[in-house]
């Protein structure tokens, strides 16, 4: 029986990095960036319910490395050029055996919307999950009512597919949307757009500002926690 190498990012994530923004693996020192980011709660409305504490949270991050070493999903951290803690996250977990069919989910801090950060962290993660990954169709799902969230993914090419009700706390319906491999190749590279580069500097470093590093707190031994990302903001 020939046995087939797994592929290096099961082993380690590699590091993507762009002109304002660095993807790497999520990692134990973003746990109280993190916890504090995504338990506010204008940006968990439309998300998952995030891991109910610090302690948790830390068992997110080791279960998501548990989960790229077995090859099920990965988990990427946003960390925006000059932090070294994430301000968000990345994660794209397997549909089918093969990792052809893939869902990602994605939520980034408040102060950090509409500073263009979340869309060069998304091409990104989409050149790497397509080029990289092998994967041919990315879904989404996101609420109806999260507009910003379903403007983000439009404007990244995906097309909506259905409406799934109920779907997401029994009580909201959201939009099912997909992305397909060779679609997104053919409308590589993207239209450059104009927008004044100056201002969103300002607000990209206003927003790093605001977003000190936490002060490690003692936290109880972490537990595996799973957490899979379903809708998200920008």
């Given amino acids: 029986m020939i046995e087939l190498q797994p592929p290096d990012w099961w082993r380690e994530l590699p590091v993507l990095r762009g002109s304002t923004v660095r993807l790497r693996e999520v990692a134990v020192q973003d746990v109280d960036a993190l916890f504090e980011l995504l338990t ?51 994660q794209v977990r397997r549909l089918d055996p093969e990792f052809k069919i893939a869902e990602w989910g994605f939520a980034l801090g408040a102060a950090f919307w509409g500073t ?26 996101a609420v109806t009512e999260n507009a910003r969230g379903n403007r983000v993914l439009e404007r990244m090419g995906a097309k909506g597919e259905a409406v799934l009700h109920r779907a997401f706390g029994r009580e909201h319906t959201q939009f099912l949307w997909a992305i397909l491999a060779e679609e997104w190749m ?27 590093q936490p002060t490690p707190k003692r936290r109880l031994k972490a537990h595996p926690f799973p957490f899979y990302l379903i809708g998200g903001d920008d």
Avoid: Y
């Fill in 40 to 90: 506010d709660p204008v940006v968990s409305k439309f998300i998952s319910p995030p891991p109910p504490s610090a302690e948790a949270f830390e068992g997110f991050i080791t279960w998501a490395h548990r989960q790229r070493r077995a090859g099920t999903c990965v988990c990427f951290a946003i960390v925006p050029d000059g932090l070294t803690h994430a301000v968000g996250l990345f």
């Fill in 186 to 212: 053919q409308n590589l590279p993207p239209q450059p757009s104009v927008f004044d580069a100056a201002r969103v500097k300002r607000q990209i470093e206003k927003a790093v500002a605001a977003t000190q």
């Fill in 116 to 141: 263009g950060l979340f869309a060069e962290a998304a091409q990104l993660i989409a050149e790497f999950v397509f080029r990289e990954m092998g994967v041919h169709r990315l879904e989404a799902r």
